[in-house]
């Protein structure tokens, strides 16, 4: 795959995620952010209980 | 804003929960914490270090369409600050309203001063941003 690059479209992923407003595991699907009209902003980071 | 931030890293959402719970710096979180176990996204996005399994400290920012519009990528030792992440954020969420302009270096929210590119602007950027 081409290296992704700024004003490139982002392959759409799916990943599951700790939602801590309602003490849940949940999902953020690309796809569904897409439908419904909304900006992501991924944030990576090395690991948990490091500073962000 | 009509953003939702993800933070992503290779740690699982369990471990995710833990965290949360035991910072307390985290106790108001409101974001999504989302499992990269397998590290695949941080490879699309080309912040996977293949020797540590961990990502680099990378910010995306992706429009409704699915298209990347801000990538920045911080070494493992440097804190991200909100103030800057929010500037870019901001001009991001303007430009895509205002497709004819562009933010100058110097725009920090809406009614500050933007550019709309014209002939007559050709080498005259020091006037037009005085106006």
């Not at chain 2, 710096?25 to 399994?53: H, N, P, Q």
Request: with cysteine; glycine share 8%.
């Amino acid at each position: 795959m081409r290296e992704l690059q700024v004003g490139m479209s982002v392959p759409d992923f799916t990943l599951t995620t700790f939602e801590a407003e309602s003490c849940n595991f949940g999902e953020v699907s690309l796809a569904r952010q897409k439908e419904e009209g909304r900006w992501t902003c991924l944030f990576f980071y090395p690991a948990d209980f490091t500073f962000v | 804003m009509g953003c939702d931030i993800v933070t992503v890293s290779t740690d699982t959402q369990f471990m995710h929960l833990a965290w949360q719970r035991e910072e307390k710096d985290l106790a108001d979180v409101r974001y999504s914490m989302a499992a990269d176990t397998t590290g695949a996204l941080a490879k699309t996005f080309g912040v996977y270090l293949d020797d540590a399994g961990l990502a680099l400290r990378g910010t995306f920012l992706i429009n409704p369409e699915g298209t990347l519009m801000h990538a920045e990528v911080d070494f493992l030792n440097m804190g991200r600050n909100i103030d800057e992440l929010m500037r870019k954020f901001k001009a991001n969420l303007y430009l895509a309203k205002k497709t004819d302009e562009g933010c100058p270096s110097k725009w920090k929210a809406e009614g500050d001063q933007t550019l709309a590119p014209s002939p007559e602007m050709v080498g005259r950027v020091h006037e037009a941003l005085r106006k």
